[in-house]
């Protein structure tokens, strides 16, 4: 697949080690685009790093701990998603604006001790180079039960779409963009990520999308997978 200038075509093409970047109820999945406001003094070093180097840093979510106030260095989840930084801009007060565009899923393998303060780890691809083929799974989409669902989503909240727009774009240009979309929290997104492939993701979008519905129906609130 080609990110930017770069194309990354089996996992040698990417390092074993990567800065991360943990972010609370932040998505990103393989060939989509996420847009970050930098401005952390440990992560715009992070980002100086990247920039100086292979472009590449790490999205996780941090873990959710019960009854645990937030920490400045939370405990890491176990799978999450590298991305090429293609965009890049100063604000001029301080901050980087920049986007990352996903490539491939990893598994956390350990935290190394740096003397960065940001934070790096080690990483293993094996079970996401599938990640690296574009469109694998799209054929085995409920493509008709997702835009169902999205229609109920959507006539539930009075809200519109672009269904034409909607119509014309690919399977997975369209999941991917609705899981990232979706007004839904950390534990909700994390799923979406874990889903071992295209169908799953779609399915577990449609599975919360559904439970949501239903929650608003019965007047209890908000989405959890808990």
């Known amino acids: 697949m080609q990110a930017g200038n770069a194309i990354y075509e089996m996992i040698a093409d990417l390092p074993p080690v990567l ?17 970050l406001n930098i401005f952390e003094p440990r992560y715009i070093d992070m980002v100086d790093a990247a920039l100086a180097g292979n472009r590449l840093i790490g999205m996780v979510q941090p873990l959710a701990e019960q009854g645990q106030e937030s920490s400045d260095y939370p405990r890491l989840s176990s799978i999450g998603c590298v991305g090429r930084l293609t965009s890049f801009q100063e604000s001029g007060d301080g901050r ?8 491939m899923r990893f598994a956390l393998e350990r935290e190394l001790d ?3 303060a940001f934070r790096q780890v080690e990483c293993d691809y094996a079970a996401f180079a599938h990640d690296l083929q574009s469109g694998l799974g799209e054929e085995e989409v ?11 989503y959507l006539d539930a909240n009075s809200l519109e779409a672009d269904w034409q727009s909607v119509s014309e774009a690919e399977t997975e240009v369209l999941v991917n963009a609705l899981c ?43 989405t959890s997978l808990n």
């Open 180 to 222: 990232m979309m979706c007004p839904y929290g950390p534990e909700e997104k994390q799923a979406l990520l874990e889903a071992r492939d295209l169908k799953m993701r779609a399915e577990t979008l449609i599975a919360i999308t559904e439970m949501d519905l239903a929650r608003s129906q019965n007047g209890d609130g908000g």
């Open 96 to 103: 980087y604006l920049i986007t990352l565009q996903g490539v």
């Open 114 to 116: 740096t003397i960065t």
């Open 142 to 152: 409920d493509r008709a039960g997702l835009l169902q669902t999205l229609r109920n």
């Open 19 to 35: 800065p991360v970047f943990p972010l609370s109820g932040a998505l990103l999945l393989p060939r989509t685009q996420l847009p």
